[in-house]
């Protein structure tokens, strides 16, 4: 398997501009998650599907974030319209099973950068 | 979500020194105890975990001990070397979710 994969790898948007980020999870996973990283707030959960199914979305900052999983094996998480304090590195993460117990493998990450 | 302090935000050692990173924690159900390591541009990745049921794991060179009373858990590398420096984030699990620390920058210098 090749692990989580998401596109872009690197993404520079000017303000105001839609952002959308895309994940494919390891198959068979069930779970999926959205982080963001930044250097002031360390690692957030930004929102969690199970099964397809959005849980949690209480990380989400803002309505200008949505999240959409239309099946098992596709997410995408959008900003629009983007800002700069949006910049980050946004990771998306899968692991099999409904539980925080269980080991998330992480994508290698989008680098945003809003100017 | 559940609140997990981590200290020292930075550590450097000297190539062959033990290191330890130390977490804290409020919400006595967690039960389960991931590290995760994360190099310079690349994404986390699980290097050790523990459960309730136990008190220390051992992997090779890292450790990772659990003080459910005292509600902490530590990382131990032994023996650091340079391919060591990393960020390190301990996390806890708090329903479905991982609740991550704010990491510790941990330089090994030759």
């Known amino acids: 398997d090749a692990g989580v994969i998401q596109s872009p790898r690197h993404e520079v948007t000017e303000m105001g501009q839609e952002v959308t980020l895309r994940c494919k999870p390891i198959?068979?996973?069930?779970?999926l998650f959205w982080y963001r990283q930044t250097m002031m707030r360390g690692l957030e959960l930004l929102i969690y599907?199970?099964?397809?199914?959005?849980?949690?979305d209480s990380g989400m900052p803002e309505d200008r974030f949505s999240a959409k999983m239309p099946n098992a094996s596709f997410s995408t998480l959008k900003i629009q319209p983007s800002e700069p304090r949006d910049s980050a590195v946004y990771f998306c993460?899968?692991?099999?099973?409904?539980?925080?117990?269980?080991?998330?493998?992480f994508g290698p990450g989008t680098r945003l950068t809003v100017t | 979500g559940e609140n997990v302090e981590q200290h020292p935000s930075t550590l450097s050692v000297q190539e062959g020194d033990s290191a330890v990173i130390k977490c804290t924690y409020s919400?006595?159900?967690?039960?389960?105890f991931p590290w995760y390591k994360q190099e310079l541009g690349k994404r986390p990745q699980l290097i050790i975990d523990?459960?309730?049921?136990?008190g220390e794991k051992k992997d090779q060179r890292i450790a990772v001990t659990l003080n459910k009373t005292a509600k902490h858990f530590s990382l131990h590398i032994t023996e650091t070397q340079p391919e060591d420096s990393a960020v390190y984030f301990c996390?806890?699990?708090?329903?479905?979710?991982?609740?991550f620390g704010k990491g510790t920058s941990l330089l090994v210098t030759p």
């Open positions: 919400d006595s159900a967690s039960n389960y």
């Open positions: 599907f199970n099964n397809n199914v959005p849980i949690d």
């Open positions: 996390a806890l699990a708090s329903g479905y979710a991982l609740n």
């Open positions: 523990i459960r309730s049921n136990v």
């Open positions: 993460a899968s692991s099999l099973g409904t539980g925080g117990e269980n080991e998330q493998y």
């Open positions: 198959s068979g996973h069930n779970s």
